[in-house]
């Protein structure tokens, strides 16, 4: 008698659904990227609109995945969404995309980043403090401690998610919690006691970057992305959720919702503490933050406490990622290895151990050509997965959102406009990072022409 292959298992609640979602948006970007957005805008005002035109674009992205997933509530996220959209090969590249730029790349910044904030007690992982260093116009490779460290990390977290969903999804219900109550500590202490000065917020500074300020603000937008991008992190474990037509669209709202106004607060308190000049191209802003509000010693517990809030983030991501290429694999749409469960643990071992690998070597990377890179592949896929949206509606058994058909376009048309100024303001002013998106967008096109003809032969 044949046995059905172990499948995935709905062992996952709202609860857990909502902590991956502000575990994959909270880390990485606000952690980092206000430093760089210091000296590329130069001007207070602009760094809090830039992070609150984000959280618009997010959140109708929320709104629109919402009724994506309701209508196709199956792991995989963009995968199912433009697979059943657009066509197999999109769908496709969609998740070969995902795996360098979705997963794989954000999990070595995050990791990068935590090696960051651990510099604050060992100055030898220092992202400065290579042993060596390659560069190419815009291209960089580093390598030193920094690496060492961040690539320590993925390893570790990559053999823990090996036993199970609801092992790892205790650990990440633990980090999410810790991650949230530090950001709120930090926001709260900081503004009450901590040694500030609001007239921060009315004081610019000489901008870094020589491009016009219009093409800059949408340059940094990349940056803003990879900060709220997991806002549909959710969708890629939809098949492991309980009642996922109701949790899912309520874990993407409210992750959104919530991280969203961290961020706006957390940017308040960065700003308060320390004039924009100072923080021009610092990594771990929050710990030149919390010096400046609390003093080195304090400082030091808040850079560790920071420094296991993206540990959270790295966990959530090397959960999430596999589950998209088992669904893909699971319809034939990728490697047949990345399909299989573990009869005991329930787990895509193959597909968990490979993403690991290529998170690792990614170390390797500048850490801001990963962050454009990232963003620029991120907002490319999810703008065409809610444009889907304007022809999908026209089905007479698709179920409609309230909160998507309130003015209907006007919720995608948030998302969509803004990511094809991205795409084009990237082609422009980024013309090597593009060229890279280009080149991963085409082998994921080869490889899937490549392997449609060799089971064409095959049969």
């Known amino acids: 008698m044949a046995t059905s292959a172990p499948a995935l298992l709905r062992r996952l609640g709202l609860f857990s659904a909502t902590a991956l979602v502000i575990s994959n948006m909270v880390g990485t970007g606000i952690f980092t990227s206000t430093g760089f957005l210091a000296g590329d805008l130069g001007d207070p005002k602009l760094v809090l609109i830039i992070w609150l035109v984000g959280a618009v674009i997010a959140l109708a992205g929320a709104f629109s995945y919402s009724e994506l997933g309701i209508n196709f509530p199956a792991s995989g996220g963009e995968y199912v969404y433009l697979t059943r959209a657009y066509g197999p090969t999109l769908g496709f590249m969609s998740g070969w995309v995902s795996f360098f730029a979705g997963f794989s790349a954000p999990i070595a910044t995050a990791a990068l980043a935590f090696s960051g904030y651990l510099s604050y007690f060992y100055p030898s992982v220092q992202q400065q403090n290579t042993w060596f260093s390659w560069s190419a116009g815009e291209i960089g490779i580093q390598f030193g401690g920094a690496q060492i460290l961040a690539a320590a990390l993925i390893f570790v977290f990559t053999i823990l998610n090996l036993f199970g969903v609801e092992f790892i999804a205790r650990i990440q219900n633990t980090l999410t919690s810790i991650k949230v109550l530090v950001m709120i500590a930090f926001i709260g202490l900081g503004l009450s006691v901590g040694n500030g ?31 709220y991008s997991g806002w549909n992190a959710a969708t890629y474990i939809a098949e492991e959720l309980k009642k996922p037509e109701r949790n899912l669209p309520l874990a993407l709202t409210l992750g959104t919702v919530l991280v969203a106004g961290l961020y706006l607060l957390f940017n308040i308190v960065f700003i308060y503490a320390t004039p924009l000049g100072e923080m021009k191209g610092v990594l771990a802003v929050g710990s030149l933050t919390a010096k400046s509000l609390f003093g080195p010693r304090i400082a030091g517990v808040f850079s560790a ?63 801001g050509n990963l962050m454009v890179y990232i963003g620029y592949l991120l907002n490319l896929f999810a703008m065409l997965a809610v444009a889907s949206l304007f022809w999908l509606r026209r089905r007479p058994d698709w179920q409609k959102l309230g909160v998507v058909s ?21 082609l422009r002013f980024q013309p090597v990072i593009s060229a890279a998106a280009a080149a991963t967008l085409l082998s994921g096109a080869l490889v899937y022409r490549l392997r449609i003809s060799h089971r064409a032969l095959a049969s």
């Not at 007239?199 to 900060?227: C, D, K």
């Not at 209907?408 to 803004?418: E, Q, S």
């Open 406 to 426: 309130f003015a209907f376009p006007l919720v995608p048309l948030l998302f969509v406009v803004p990511g094809l100024w991205l795409v084009i303001a990237g």
């Open 305 to 367: 406490l920071l420094a296991v809030s993206l540990m959270s983030t790295v966990n959530a991501m090397v959960t999430i990622g596999p589950r998209l290429y088992y669904a893909m694999a699971k319809n034939g749409a990728f490697l047949p290895v990345a399909a299989r469960i573990h009869p005991e643990w329930r787990t895509p071992v193959p597909a968990i151990l490979c993403q690991g690998a290529c998170a690792m070597l990614m170390t390797l990377i500048n850490f």
């Open 197 to 227: 000065n609001w007239s921060h917020l009315s004081e610019n500074t000489v901008r870094t970057s020589s491009t016009p300020i219009g093409a800059q603000f949408a340059l940094s937008l990349f940056w803003i992305y990879v900060g």
